[in-house]
């Protein structure tokens, strides 16, 4: 099936979307027919092996652009993640009530949609650095307009972060095509073995600015705890479920095949950066109150461990990248659904104020808890095969650096934990009058489906390993 009908797909969506308005039930559809078409096509082409599935179009001539796309063993699990993580942001949206429900939000995120299979599947460097750059106007109107009163302004720091981090990629890939002497910006017509390892390290850190701001990786990270924190939900999980996994894409996709001289001259140093922002989120967590914070500084740990991974360049490590982005993806996103219902009911954010909740809502309480588990990568959830690859490629490449994010593992269950018991169990704050959350059909559907994920892909990980093991050992072979 043609990769174009899935890019396209998400843009009929939004104008679908646009005109049902607050018609809640007709938001709910488009959601799930949206799902259920993206996932038809993945199904499809996971059956054909992803034979044929490149495409590439003029689009702007006169520079050489075009729309050139292709589905692979890399890209694969980033696109089903795409799909899940747009579509739970959706179905709590669209589960809030008819006077909250609204068409411009659900086509802003269709947009987004769109942008990201645009990333995920970009074959020409312009059409990835467009659709990179579009990525972030959705999540800004969203957060802008439905925020919280100092939401404006986090998202604006977001936005100026990200620009300029992608200005830097801009020139490094004007400079490429300029030195390159191709007549197009295909990645097909750069090489690892075009560029000197000088101009590598240059090359490397242009890009590794621009993804490292998306993910974030420390000390890039600033913008990251308030804009989760003052964003409406909906817009904190697309950013922390699957926008910043552009990022991640990007260090595979570009950084690491076409500029491995580069890695080795200056990785190493984002490579203590990274793993100080394992510890640094980790400690943060423990000492929040706000809910949201509490996972913002987690997410940062996270991603700290993945790109620690990404950097040192261990076969193993990159196994688990892949892994442990999805992983991250379910978890963070289901997670913050769930931290979302709770904080509604007790009318706070603040941990403190919160508490009993297990006795009157003994559903929410399993789901928050099966999220937990895969979040500390306790054995047989979805967290821990990506992070034990992880952490084994990291002892690998040094011993005392392996030794220091294994460490994240106990940290994690402390700030997770104390997340969980204040929350949920204990006594109850009278001044808040927490009531049972109200859990809708379709809500305990959506988080069931993401908790399924959770056991699933930690009993049986070679679902994604088994496509995406392929893209890593030619990763492998640039270096």
């Not at 005109?19 to 809640?24: E, H, K």
């Not at 020139?171 to 007549?183: E, P, V």
């Not at 988080?447 to 959770?454: C, D, K, S, T, Y």
């Amino acid at each position: 099936m043609n990769p174009l009908y899935l890019l396209f797909s998400p843009l009929l969506a939004a104008v679908a979307s646009w005109l049902a308005g607050r018609n809640a039930m007709a938001q709910k559809v488009l959601a799930f027919a949206s799902l259920g078409f993206s996932l038809f096509v993945f199904q499809n082409w996971n059956a054909s092996g992803f034979e044929d599935l490149s495409v590439s179009y003029p689009w702007i001539q006169s520079f050489g652009i075009s729309l050139a796309l292709a589905v692979n063993n890399l890209n694969y699990w980033f696109l089903v993640l795409t799909a899940l993580v747009v579509f739970t942001a959706q179905l709590f949206h669209s589960t809030q009530g008819e006077d909250k429900v609204r068409g411009d939000v659900m086509a802003l995120i269709f947009l987004l949609q769109f942008c990201l299979y645009g990333v995920f599947m970009a074959q020409d460097l312009m059409l990835f650095y467009f659709c990179y750059e579009a990525s972030i106007l959705p999540i800004y109107f969203i957060s802008s307009r439905y925020g919280s009163p100092a939401a404006e302004r986090a998202i604006l720091k977001f936005f100026l972060y990200t620009l300029g981090g992608s200005l830097c990629m801009l020139l490094a890939i004007l400079y490429m095509y300029n030195q390159n002497g191709s007549q197009d910006f295909l990645f097909s017509s750069f090489s690892s073995g075009y560029f000197d390892a000088p101009v590598q390290g240059w090359l490397f850190l242009a890009f590794f600015v621009a993804f490292a701001i998306k993910m974030p990786l420390f000390p890039f990270h600033s913008w990251q705890a308030d804009a989760y924190a003052e964003s409406p939900v909906e817009s904190t999980m697309l950013m922390s479920g699957i926008l910043l996994k552009m990022g991640i894409y990007g260090m595979m996709a570009i950084v690491i095949p076409y500029f491995p001289l580069g890695l080795k001259e200056y990785g190493f140093i984002f490579i203590g950066l990274s793993a100080f922002g394992v510890l640094y989120g980790a400690f943060i967590a423990m000492v929040q109150f706000d809910i949201r914070k509490v996972l913002a500084f987690s997410s940062l740990s996270h991603v700290g461990l993945i790109g620690t991974g990404l950097l040192t360049y261990e076969n193993v490590a990159l196994e688990g990248v892949v892994l442990q982005m999805f992983a991250h993806g379910i978890n963070i996103v289901g997670l913050f659904f769930i931290s979302e219902i709770i904080s509604q009911q007790a009318a706070t954010r603040d941990l403190d104020q919160m508490g009993g909740l297990t006795r009157s809502s003994f559903t929410l309480t399993v789901l928050f808890f099966v999220f937990l588990l895969g979040s500390i990568a306790v054995p047989l959830t979805n967290g821990f095969p990506g992070e034990f690859k992880l952490i084994m490629g990291i002892f690998n490449y040094n011993h005392a650096l392996g030794i220091l994010c294994g460490s994240t593992v106990i940290f994690s269950s402390v700030y997770m934990l104390r997340m969980f018991q204040k929350s949920m169990l204990g006594e109850s704050n009278g001044s808040t009058s927490i009531q049972a959350p109200a859990l809708d059909g379709l809500r305990v559907a959506g988080l069931v489906i993401l908790a399924g994920q959770v056991i699933t892909l930690g009993l049986f990980p070679g679902i994604i390993s088994g496509i995406s093991d392929a893209a890593v050992r030619i990763l492998m072979l640039a270096y």
